[in-house]
């Protein structure tokens, strides 16, 4: 019988349940997905919380890899016993089940589902973030908070790799050594010190050209200050609560500062945008300009501890949420380099920036 993670009623990590479910055939324009790995987001935080409200009852989770079961009619593209993932679906926290075929994507051969269901969320996200929300090249100095977290792992690899220097945020010493090897030039400690002052301090006082600020309301004035002339604040997310509200005549006078509020929904809003962002995001790893982060696998059944501790602010990289090894292990050519986590030894190379573009680069 399937199971699922179900949410009846919004709350904490209590309220998560292991249910058995029913899952309906395809319909026109669906696959059935018979799931291998489910990825843990902070989404999912605001989904349980009520955040970001939703209908209820609902199975938790916007993101898995597996297998394709059964195709619905009228779908182009996907046959029975692909490898598949998707990143947009919630629902995701389940043995099996359907969904638009639209929000698939296929997996090469040197991705693995386990790295698949780890990065391509937070990964299309670092895509879209530092090469479209702002492009990213030589000569721009970013601070990106939470750098030890699974999207800031992710985007401070590929910032370097356009050529960006970057310096990281985070809360303990234990995090600085995990996020300066992977992509960060600095980076500041906020469990003590005013991030602010050290920002200053690590910039001649000039401050940088973006913010990436996925924590909000603790860190939202902090970012503001840190921005140059004509710097940008990329609000992205909000772990520490809802940023608050931006009278807009602050960021005139002589600094003249830009923000934004981004989603990733807004960035792979089409089947093109979709496999372009995809697509970016495998051949970087492929290629080694961005390093898989450390995984952390737990089961399914333990979906609510998982939650728990990322909330609490203990994880780094990414959690994965196991649901079949074994069907994972079949279908998969020998992975490539980027089928392995990684073991965070060396810092993230600077590559040439040209040659860590991805095709398809669309300029703002
Ligand atoms: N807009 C989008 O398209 C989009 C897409 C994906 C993710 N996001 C956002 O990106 C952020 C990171 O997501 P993720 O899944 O990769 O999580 P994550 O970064 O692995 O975990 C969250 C991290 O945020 C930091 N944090 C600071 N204050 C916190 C607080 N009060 N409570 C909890 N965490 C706090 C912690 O790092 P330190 O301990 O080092 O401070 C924590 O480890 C989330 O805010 C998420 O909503 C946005």
Redesign the pocket.
């Known amino acids: 019988m399937p199971s699922a993670i179900r949410l009846h009623r919004t709350g904490g990590p209590e309220v998560l349940a292991l249910e058995d479910v029913e899952v309906p055939p395809p319909g026109p324009g669906q696959l059935a997905v018979r799931h291998t790995y489910a990825g ?4 999912d935080v ?1 989904h349980r919380t009520g955040l970001y409200p939703l209908t209820l009852p609902l199975t938790l989770g916007d993101e898995a890899a597996g297998r394709v079961t059964a195709v619905g009619a009228g779908v182009r593209g996907f046959a029975v016993g692909d490898r598949v993932a998707y990143a947009r679906a919630t629902g995701a926290w389940c043995t099996e089940r359907v969904l638009s075929a639209d929000l698939a994507v296929h997996l090469p051969d040197g991705v693995s589902d386990q790295l698949a269901a780890a990065v391509l ?2 990964g299309m ?1 670092a895509e ?1 973030l530092v090469r479209r929300t702002v492009a990213l090249r030589p000569g721009h100095v970013v601070l990106f ?8 792992l992710l985007a401070c690899q590929w910032a370097r790799a356009l050529g960006a220097r970057v310096i990281g ?4 010493p234990e ?1 600085a050594a995990l996020a300066k090897a992977h992509g960060c030039d600095a980076v500041v400690i ?1 469990q003590k010190r005013n991030f602010v002052t050290d920002v200053k301090a690590l910039t001649d006082g000039k401050g940088v050209d973006v913010v990436y600020d ?3 309301q ?1 860190t939202f004035e902090g970012s503001l200050a840190c921005l140059k002339p004509r710097g940008m604040l990329v609000s ?6 809802r940023p608050p509200a931006l009278e807009l005549g602050r960021l005139g006078g002589d600094r003249s500062l830009y923000v934004t509020r ?4 807004a960035y792979v809003s089409t089947r093109q945008e979709l496999e372009t962002c995809s697509a970016a995001l495998f051949e970087v790893l492929e290629k080694g300009f961005v390093k898989p982060p450390p995984i952390r696998t737990v089961p399914l059944a333990q979906a609510a501890a998982a939650m728990a501790a ?4 203990r ?4 959690t994965v949420l196991e649901i079949d090894a074994a069907l994972a292990a079949t279908g998969l050519a020998s992975p490539g380099k980027a089928g392995k986590p990684g073991k965070a030894a060396k810092p993230a190379k600077k590559a040439k920036p040209q040659a860590a573009k991805a095709p398809a680069k669309k300029k703002r």
């Open positions: 843990l987001n902070f989404i605001y969320l937070k996200t879209y908070h939470a750098a030890a977290g699974g999207t800031g945020a985070v809360s303990t995090k906020t996925s924590v909000g603790a992205f997310g909000q772990s520490s609560g981004p989603s990733l929904g990322l909330e609490a602010r994880t780094t990289g990414s």
